[in-house]
């Protein structure tokens, strides 16, 4: 496994397993998987979403959910503990009108690890909340309809928002919203939203997820190289995320991040 000065590629600071849903596989083929490929730092980042969602399928934990994590969680880490450091995590999805309920549950336990994304987008006059990194056609469809420019305005909005109100650790996969859109562009104004976004993971202490899923996607991870410099630049820590969602998965790309930040530190 190679390595690099900014960002530690013996961790792996997000996955994914069979308790949100949308993923497979037990949390101990996870821990396998990462001691076969020389990992000696995982972290699993699980889904947390306000219950207010209104959406078509369950893609993350409910507390019961989260209960058994770390229950099962806690064994590992001891099972495991002379051979991998396991974290328990947390992906909160936020959306500003669950601001409270979801503060109170995060600070009913205890993470290693708090993930801030947005996934989920209320829309007047759309019978379900928009699902932002979805490549279902229903969500393709229904995001088309409403505008690619005013969500996006909307997510980055919301970001900044929730990197303010909620004590995250990290930010994740940053540009990953409409990753499935056709032809998706990014506008000055959106642009001018990221700077402000990435002061304010500065100003929180917050790091930078390098979420390698993008390579399978678009070629590149998320956020892309460009926001990856400006993070450089301003000295945000960078943390490499796989997003695993089946055991394979973990550090999945990894090899590409040193080549990334290697060429991006001869641009700057």
């Known amino acids: 496994m190679l390595n690099h000065s900014l960002i530690n590629l013996l961790f792996d600071g997000h996955m994914h397993t069979r308790y949100c849903h949308h993923a497979t596989g037990t949390m101990e083929e996870y821990v396998l998987s990462a001691i076969k490929k020389g990992f000696d730092h995982i972290v699993f980042l699980e889904h947390m979403e306000g219950t207010g969602v209104n959406y078509f399928e369950t893609t993350w934990l409910t507390d019961k959910d989260f209960d058994d994590y770390f229950e099962e969680g806690e064994k590992l880490k001891e099972k495991y503990?002379?051979?991998?450091?396991?974290?328990l995590?947390?992906?909160?999805?936020?959306?500003?009108?669950?601001?409270?309920?979801?503060?109170?549950?995060?600070?009913?336990?205890?993470?290693?690890?708090?993930?801030?994304?947005?996934?989920?987008?209320?829309?007047?006059?759309q019978s379900f909340d928009l699902n932002l990194v979805s490549r279902k056609a229903k969500n393709i469809l229904a995001i088309a309809e409403t505008g690619c420019g005013s969500i996006l305005s909307d997510y980055f909005d919301t970001l900044i928002e929730a990197a303010r109100v909620l004590p995250g650790t990290v930010l994740c996969h940053m540009d990953a919203a409409l990753r499935f859109?056709?032809?998706?562009?990014?506008?000055?104004?959106?642009?001018?939203?990221?700077?402000?976004?990435?002061?304010?993971?500065?100003?929180?202490?917050?790091?930078?997820?390098?979420?390698?899923?993008?390579?399978?996607?678009r070629g590149t991870p998320f956020p892309a190289p460009a926001i990856i410099q400006m993070a450089i630049s301003r000295k945000i820590p960078l943390v490499a995320g796989s997003d695993a969602h089946k055991p394979e998965d973990v550090g999945r790309y990894f090899h590409k991040i040193p080549e990334l930040l290697d060429h991006l530190s001869t641009i700057r």
């Open 81 to 87: 503990s002379n051979r991998l450091n396991i974290g």
């Open 89 to 125: 995590g947390v992906e909160v999805g936020y959306n500003a009108a669950q601001r409270q309920e979801l503060q109170d549950r995060l600070l009913r336990r205890s993470w290693d690890q708090i993930g801030i994304s947005y996934h989920f987008m209320p829309v007047l006059g």
């Open 181 to 217: 859109q056709p032809g998706l562009q990014l506008m000055p104004s959106h642009w001018q939203q990221i700077e402000e976004l990435l002061d304010t993971v500065k100003e929180q202490d917050m790091a930078l997820e390098i979420n390698t899923s993008g390579f399978a996607i």
